[in-house]
């Protein structure tokens, strides 16, 4: 992959994660609501898919993602805001 698709990728999981915290925000008023919890669930799979893609090609995003076998992966790669220097 290369920076554009990378940089898409990021923005989708950004826009993922907006969805899923707008919605998280949502069900503390409305924790019944059929239908916003299937959403939550929704975007909470396309945020974690997207994740693991990106986490494949470009390394961790957060520390869960690293990868801590016999070093520290987490300092490898550029951070995600660091991708335009």
């Known amino acids: 992959m290369n920076r554009n698709e990378r940089d898409e990728l990021l923005n989708y999981i950004y826009t993922a994660s907006f969805a899923l915290d707008d919605t998280i925000l949502y069900l503390d008023t409305h924790p019944t609501d059929k239908d916003a ?3 939550y669930q929704k975007c909470r799979a396309i945020r974690m898919q997207a994740m693991k893609e990106y986490e494949t090609h470009f390394g961790p995003l957060t520390e869960e993602g690293v990868k801590a076998t ?3 992966t987490w300092i490898e790669d ?3 805001w660091e991708m335009g220097r």
Do not use: A, S, T, V
């Open 37 to 39: 919890l299937d959403f």
């Open 70 to 72: 016999n070093k520290w």
């Open 78 to 80: 550029p951070w995600p």
